[in-house]
Every structure is written in structure tokens, then in C-alpha cells.
């Protein structure tokens, strides 16, 4: 049964796997549902079922972080153009 | 001078950080009449350059039915076996058959979970092509003694239509069942259709072009009652919405790899065992999966289309909250903001539309200038227009062959007061018949896991702003804004 700061640890871990995926489409993915699953599991009660759960986000952890290095090294070099234009207006704003 | 160069410069460090169109403006300016060539490559503009268009940057994908892109956690279950674990899983003999092997079982186990069936009742193919060739040829091939026909709908995909009419060159009887407005079959209709010697009704799952599902249960249940073979083209709707073959009398279910977020050139096909559909094989060889698809199994593909079933078996419920979302902003967006649009296919999102596909028809905009102005987001339009002939998809056509509706035009437009689009209906609109070949677009949205609010946003902005932009030139824009009634019109030849 994992405790409130081990829980707390994994959700961080996943939300900065998330924020290094260099696929925009994949980075937003983790963040959302890593945010939907870990309010979720904080809710659960059911002590078998957030164990399985906590497992199994233990097993996922490993499986983005080494999916983020492949795609740092056979993503797509160019980004798409929703990351070029929102990087403009931080540009704009900044500047 | 100094001060020229000096603001010139300004200008184009501003334009740098506006439009490409307006930068390339402001390079004419800067090196006035010069027979200088233009600058190769830009930081901003002109990223990509492909087939004589260039692109600042990758678009916005939202073409989810034409293909979805790997899961990272499919992709990472198959690399080991596209590295070191590479080895025939029909190998008997040593570890690396053993470990393939147990590798394509474990995959088959995953497929099956998700469709409630039998890990024995999956045969893996090359993709759901082969596996809607596989029932239809090979259920008819088998039963070519007793029976003599085929039910099929007018909205299948090519691959059915292309089997049945390979078959119906070999004598079979097809019928090809017409669909309603909204694409859905008609079961009275089928029911009238089916004969004695009826061996086989194939109807797909969820169509591909506008996303209605068919009522399977209904259908299996007619088939099951008239001992007909009941076989279903689900590559659009396995690890979407729920599909189970253990409540459901579905006979045979194609299952599609790459539309499940898993690997391309990867399928199955379901064949039912209890009670048993037998299958003359298409592919001979040396008799592999159960003698029906001979072939080596591809491991690492199979295993990819077991995590792929995996995954959705997880997430479907979290995927279909999120894109029932993005379908609702998506929709809500454009149809707020422009008149003339119409849905095509049911509004029900919950029983009748799977809600990832947004097959949009905009009035008094043409097709292709439409597509190629649509250049920062990948979507798929509903008409064929990048075919020679311009015309409509025949799943559109089909949908759009209706008896209410008073005229020969598609969609939008509609007899009086019953017009689905929402322009102003005054007695001009409401006769708004436009014919079909004037000005008729129709574009596919696919909406996905991976899609974010920000991207349907950004679609949103740029399909108003270009089908305004297209509106504006259009002189049957202005005519109909003014109240005329364009059937009163005469074309005049030159």
C-alpha cells in the first residue's frame, strides 16, 4: 500500500516525463491523464484496486520515460505548427 | 540611407514574427526589382516543402479514421521483438520460436479480451482489407453449393463492395441495402432481403467517412433468427466503443491494427466457434493460424495490435469522455460561428454517431480550394475531390438520396422548413437547391486520444476564417444573401 508522499513522488515523475515528451500531441496526453488518474486513485478507497493501480502506474512510468528517449531521437525534427505559433506569441509577449 | 536600411530592418524583424506571406512580401520590398534569387530557407517560413506547397511547420493532425498515430506504449511493447526477440514463433525447436510464439498468444489473448471472445477464435491477418476479403470470399466460397447471396449496405467500405462485386462476377446475387438520411440501415429492409439461399449480411461497425453505428444487435439477432452468417467490418469501432462478441450474435468482426492507435499492415478477423462458421482459406501455405491464413506471423506487429486492444480495453472510457468533449467544442465552434453547415450523419453521440468523426458539408464553398486553404490542419474531405471527377463520396451520395427532400441537391439544403442547416430560413433559403455540383464541400474531422483542446480550437479558427474568406468570393454567396432563389436562375452557355 503505497503512502501519501510515495504517491505524491510518482505523480511528479509522471507530470516531468510529461513535460520532456518531445511530441506535443503525447506531452499533453501524459499531463491530462496522469492528472485524471492520480485525483481518481487519491479518491479511491478500495485498498486491492488503488494497490493494482499503483503497480501498474509504476510499469507505465518506465514504459514513457523509455518511449521519450526514442522519440527525442526519431521524432520529428520540424514541430507542428500549433507549437510554432504559441511559441510566437510567448515571443511577443516576452519581447 | 543608414536610416532606410534601419527600418527596413525593423519592418522585417516585426514581419518575421507575422505571417510568412506578409515576410516574403517585405523580402520583394527589401530587394526591390534585384534579379537576386529569393533566399533558399527561412528559420520561420518554409520549413517543409512538398509537392510545390510549403509548410512552416507539421499540421494539426485531425484525421483520425484515415489512420491514428502508434500509442508509445504499443511501440514499446514491440521493439524487443523487433531487436533481440526476433525470432518465427512456428520455429518449434529453439528459444527464439518459443518466445515469439509465446509473445503472438499473449497478443491473441489481448485481442480477444477486448471483444469478449475466445483467444481461438482469432485469426491474425494483414489488416482489415484481408480480413473483410477473408469472410466475404471465404464464407461464400464454402457455402457455394447451398447458397446464392450476398446482403451488403451502399455505405461499405471499398473492400466489401470490391469482394461482393468479385463475387457477384462468379454468379453470386448481391444486394446492396440503401441507407437513410442519417446512414443507417433500414431493418425492415433487410429483413425483405434475405432469402433461403442468403449465406452472408455484411454490415460495418461504424462507417469510416461520417461515423454512424449501425444497430448490431438488432441485425445479429434478425441473422441468428434466419440462420444467415452475420459478418461486420469493425476497424472503426473495435477499442472505441464497446463491441462484444459474447452478447452480441456477430458471426465474423474485422479488426483493424493501425485504427486502434497500434502498428499499420496488422489485423484480425473474429470467426465465431460456438456455433461454427467455417471459412475456405485464401491464403495457401503451410496452414498457420488454424489452417484459414496461412503465412509466418509478423510477432512484433501482433504483439503491437495486442497491446493497441490493451490499451483501449483501459482507456475507452476516458477516451470517449475526452472526445465526446472535443467533438461538442469542435461542433458548438463551427457551426456558431458559420451558416450553411451541416452535419452529416446522426447528431446522437451517444447511441447512434461515434463522436470522433465530424464529417462537416459546407454550402457555396468549393471543395478543393477549401482543402488546400485547410493547410495548417490534416483532415480528409468527404468528397472525392481529389479525384478527376470532383464528385461526391458514394457514402455521401448514398445518404443523400432521400424521398423528403424535394429536390436533387445534397444535404444542406432541404424541402421548406424541415433545412438541417442553420442559415435563415426564408422562403428563398428554404428552397435552397443546390445542385450537387455547385459548390458542395464536405469535410471529414477525426478526432482522437491524442487531440487536445487547443488543436480543435486552432481548426475551428482556421476553418471559419477560410470559409469565410472563400464566401466572400463567391458570387452565389452574395446571391443567396440577397434572397434569390437559385433555382429561378438561369445558367446561361457560352
Known sequence: ?95 | MALFRASEQLLANSARKAAPWLQSGIQILQRGLSAQAEPAEDEDSGAIEMKGIRLRGAPIYLDMQATTPMDPRVLDAMLPYMVDQFGNPHSRTHLYGWESENAVEKARQQVASLIGADPKEIIFTSGATESNNMAIKGVANFYKDKKRHIVTSQTEHKCVLDSARYLQQRGWDVTYLPVRSDGRIDLGQLADALRPDTALVSIMAVNNEIGVRQPLAEIGALCRERKVFFHTDAAQAVGKVPVDTSSTPIDLMSISGHKLYGPKGVGALYVRRRPRVRLEAQMSGGGQERGLRSGTVPTAAVVGLGAACEVAAQEMAADHAHICKLEQRLRDGIMGQLQGVVLNGPEDVARHRYPGNVNLSFAYVEGESLIMGLKDIAVSSGSACTSASLEPSYVLRALGVEEDMAHTSIRCVAARGKCKCNSVSTPASGALGVEEDMAHTSIRYGIGRFTTEEEVDAAVAQTVSHVNKLREMSPLWEMVQEGIDLKTIQWSQH
Open chain 1, 1 to 95: 500500500m503505497p503512502s501519501a508522499a510515495e504517491v505524491k513522488s510518482l505523480f511528479r515523475q509522471f507530470l516531468r516525463v510529461g513535460r520532456k515528451f518531445p511530441n506535443y500531441n503525447i506531452r499533453h496526453y501524459i499531463q491530462r491523464r496522469s492528472k485524471d488518474e492520480f485525483h481518481s486513485l487519491a479518491a479511491n478507497t478500495d485498498a486491492a484496486a488503488v494497490e493494482a493501480a499503483w503497480q501498474r502506474a509504476k510499469s507505465q512510468l518506465e514504459v514513457w520515460q523509455r518511449q521519450s528517449v526514442v522519440y527525442q531521437l526519431y521524432g520529428r525534427k520540424v514541430k507542428t505548427v500549433l507549437e510554432l505559433d504559441q511559441a510566437a506569441a510567448a515571443r511577443q509577449h516576452a519581447g
